[in-house]
């Protein structure tokens, strides 16, 4: 079963750094883009940027670009998200999910969604 | 950028067809998928390439894109669907997803 498991809930004050994980298994996590998609509190799904595993090719909404890194780990099979100064307008469920296919193939399976709550 | 476009709400009595749309410019141009999400829980997807369901996801969802405007229809609604509903697209190499569409079944 393909499957994605994503880091435990976070709480942290704002200026903190964070690096969030999501590990792959079932399947060859070198073969599959990894995006991360944000959910704000209430909100929509929100693109973040994507990874391949293989070589580390990342692409970033221009919306996230500098504001977060992303990054693989293919020998954990794992990739993450980082920040290095968190805002309290970083709140939210980040997800992480495997792109099925290539070029324009659809995300699946999502991983269990990772809660960050930044507050001072 | 590209922007995709749903309703905030649609609402659909149990064994009544549901249609949700997603509007952007010259959709039907491009591939669209939808997710299901329902509360607490991660979205999953129902439909790939406008059309298609993965395994495990029942024959009442189906969708279809021409134009500008693709749409999820679940046809029997049951108050099982009752959750959220995103349309995504890529535009060229970034992923767009709409706004998300809350179906009720009452």
């Known amino acids: 079963e393909v499957q994605l498991v994503q880091s435990g809930a976070e709480v942290k004050k704002p200026g903190e750094s964070l690096k969030i994980s999501c590990k792959g298994s079932g399947y060859n996590f070198t073969s599959n883009w990894i995006a991360w998609v944000r959910q704000m509190p209430g909100k929509g799904l929100e693109w973040m940027g994507i990874?391949?595993?293989?070589?580390?090719?990342?692409r970033y909404s221009p919306s996230f670009q500098g504001q977060v890194t992303i990054s693989a780990d293919k020998s954990m099979s794992t990739a993450y998200l980082q920040w290095s100064s968190l805002k309290a307008s970083d709140t939210a469920i980040y997800y992480c999910?495997?792109?099925?296919?290539?070029?324009?193939?659809?995300?699946?399976?999502w991983g269990q969604g990772t809660q960050v709550t930044v507050a001072s | 950028s590209y922007e995709l476009t749903q309703p905030l709400s649609v609402s659909v009595s149990p064994g009544q067809t549901a249609s949700i749309t997603c509007s952007g410019d010259k959709l039907g141009d491009k591939y669209v998928c939808w997710y299901q999400q329902k509360p607490g829980q991660s979205p999953v997807l129902v439909i790939y390439q406008d059309r298609k369901r993965p395994s495990g996801i029942p024959e009442r969802f189906s969708g279809s894109n021409s134009g500008n405007t693709a749409t999820l229809t679940i046809s029997g609604t049951q108050a099982m669907d009752e959750a959220d509903y995103y349309c995504q697209a890529w535009d060229t190499t970034t992923v767009v997803f709409g706004g998300g569409t809350k179906l009720t079944v009452l």
């Open positions: 999910a495997r792109q099925n296919g290539s070029g324009i193939s659809p995300f699946d399976p």
């Open positions: 990874i391949y595993p293989r070589d580390s090719d990342t």
